[in-house]
Every structure is written in C-alpha cells, then in structure tokens.
C-alpha cells in the first residue's frame, strides 16, 4: 500500500498504484475542487477508506503531512511525498526542461528570439527544476507565480487561496530557492475570473470577436486551469516589467486543464458575476485579468531575498519535519542540484531492471 499527497502528483501517484496492483490512499485538503474527488473516487480500490480529507484548503499543507505521519505509523504504508522526493526535482529538470528548449527550438527562426523566462507555480516546486535546466542551456530567467492571498515567499505571509496548485504556506525542500530570478503575486480572484471567458462557449466568443485569440485554437483554451491562468498572468506581468519585445519567448506551464474546475467557474459565476455572465462582464474581465495585469508584486531576486526565502524554510524542514542541518544547508549550493541531476542515468536502468522484474515491460 503507499499513499499520496494533494493535487496532480496525488492522482498520478494513485494511477501508479493501480497498475502496480498496489492500493493507494490519496490525502488531499477538503475544499479542493469537486472534480478531483469524482476523479479519485473511480480510481481508488475504497472511495470511503482511500479519499482522506484533511482540514483546509490549498494552504493546509501541515495538516496533510499530519496525517501522512499517522498513516505511516503502519509499516505496511510507504508515504511518498511530493515536497521532498527529488525525483520530482530530477524527472522535471530531465524531461520537461529538454522537452521545452525542443519546443522553442521548433520555431520559425526569424529575428534574434530568445528564451527569456520560465514561468511556473510553485506546487511541489517539481515544475520548476525545468528552469534550471533552460537556465544552464540557454540562460533563460526562472519565475515562481504565488497567490497573492498567501504571499510565502513574497512577504514570509500566510493566508487561503484558490489558485489550485501552487502555494502552501511553505517552500518545498525540492525547490531550488537559490537559482531563481524572480517571484510574482497574482490574485486568485483574477484566475478564477478568467476561468470564465477561457473555457466557456459564451466566454470564447468572445475572445473571437474581440480579435484577442486571432490565430489561438479557442478549444486549446480548454486545457488550463486555474494555475496555468495564474502563469499567464504572471508572464503579462513580468514582459511589461522588463519591457520585453517580440523577440522575448516567454514559457508558461498548465499542469492541468479546465475539466478540472467546472464547479469553480460555476461558483465564480454565482459569487463574482452575480450569476450571469453578459458581453459587458466578458470585456471587464479581459480587461481586468489580462490587459489590465499591470505589474505590480513582481519581486526581482537579489542574492540577499533568496536567503531570506531560503532561511524560511527553516521552521518547516528542521523544526517540524527534522531534517538534518546539513542535509538542509548543502541545497545552498549549485552543485547539490547537478549532483541530482547526474544521477538520471543509474535511475533510468534502474527502472528498465525493476519494469523487467515485475513483468510490466514484454
């Protein structure tokens, strides 16, 4: 039996589960979104054993690693924890890093284009550890996009948010703090009103016809969700803080689609637009959430703001998770990081020999 934790990394990991023919118990907050829980419940062996609801929302991550602690009290469970397994660090900065410089390379070769920023959510900070790979390549600036509700790392602040996926009250010890360039806030409120004209019919329409989506496949729109609208935010914000021309490529990641937040883009359209969505509310939302992202709450990294967010990882990873301060201290360094990334090839025989083992690989 193994377990996971929160988000996209959770029904992965109980996918895995079930093709190992092993049984998964996914341990997530309670006010994620409904979709998650209607996915979860067809992919478990127990719907009502295997779906753990913890207090909270995106932000409780504490209380997740609470009851991963109380799991793992049985030695038959083995919790696998996406904040602290570098093979979340390793296959991102391995795979999504090449995969991106393949997709920039691919385009028409006009001008002098470059790859100036990578723009993800924090999450489990996997995501990121493309950035340093794109950094090492073709010296490309790493971004974090962070819920203004729950400024971690911009003002060591907490608080609730809706920006599913990214965010948690805390750095994760598999994020590189100090190889990234900049962190920027968005609202949650403006990603879920986006939401709205992305990923419904009304609301493409009239993308159409304002020109807005001149040459973007509107169906695409369907696969971003919540944290991806948050990165496209997040690069409107930072192309006009560095007055970036049409030269400047910058990339941003969607880590999952709209069919995830259904019941959220309902709840926005109850709550935030009054229950109806007109043209009038369409234009003031384009307006708001996109042309209208001035920026505003983008931090630049100096060496000294990357100790203060590095330093405040303290309290989780030594004072309540007991991690060594060695162990801790040498992810200072550059080298930490290539050393993990070295390590690429072994793990891939490693997984060729176990696939054999276990008959999964004919």
Not at 71 to 97: I, M
Not at 137 to 150: D, H, Q, R, S, Y
Not at 337 to 352: F, H, P, S
Request: proline share 3%.
């Amino acid at each position: 039996m193994r377990e996971e934790e929160s988000g996209n990394y959770c029904r992965g990991g109980i996918a895995i589960s079930r093709i190992l023919n092993c049984r998964g118990i996914a341990v997530l907050p309670e006010h994620m979104g409904d979709e998650r829980f209607a996915w979860l419940d067809q992919w478990v062996l127990r719907p009502d054993k295997d779906i753990v609801k913890t207090h909270g929302s995106e932000s409780n991550v504490k209380e997740i690693y609470d009851k991963c602690d109380e799991l793992g009290l049985d030695p038959d469970v083995v919790v696998l924890n996406q904040f602290t397994e570098f093979a979340n660090y390793l296959v991102h900065r391995c795979v999504t890093g090449p995969s991106i410089e393949a997709l920039f390379n691919s385009l028409p070769a006009s001008g002098e284009k470059r790859l100036a920023a990578f723009i993800a959510g924090t999450g489990s900070a996997g995501t990121l550890a493309a950035g340093d790979y794109l950094k090492e390549k073709l010296g490309t600036k790493i971004v974090a996009t962070e819920p203004l509700e729950c400024p971690t790392m911009l003002q060591n602040r907490y608080g609730e948010h809706n920006i599913q996926g990214i965010g948690d009250k805390h750095i994760p010890l598999i994020q590189n703090v100090m190889n990234m360039d900049y962190v920027i806030g968005i609202s949650d409120a403006n990603s879920d009103l986006l939401n709205v004209p992305f990923n419904s019919d009304q609301g493409r329409s009239h993308l159409s016809q304002s020109g807005l989506a001149r040459g973007v496949d509107l169906d695409a729109l369907g696969h971003i969700g919540l944290s991806g609208l948050a990165n496209i935010q997040s690069a409107i914000k930072l192309s006009k803080h560095l007055s970036l021309g049409s030269d400047d490529i910058l990339v941003c990641v969607a880590t999952d689609g709209a069919a995830l937040y259904r019941s959220e883009m309902n709840n926005t359209i109850e709550l935030q637009l009054k229950g109806s969505c007109q043209a009038t509310d369409f234009a003031e939302i384009r307006g708001r959430a996109l042309s209208g992202c001035e920026p505003a709450h983008v931090l630049e990294l100096t060496s000294r703001e990357r100790e203060r967010i590095f330093n405040l990882e303290y309290y989780t990873w030594i004072e309540q998770r007991g991690v060594d301060v060695d162990d801790f201290d040498r992810r200072r360094d550059q080298g930490f990081w290539n050393g993990i990334a070295a390590q690429a090839g072994e793990l891939d025989e490693r997984i060729v020999q176990f696939n054999s083992d276990t008959g999964l690989r004919h």
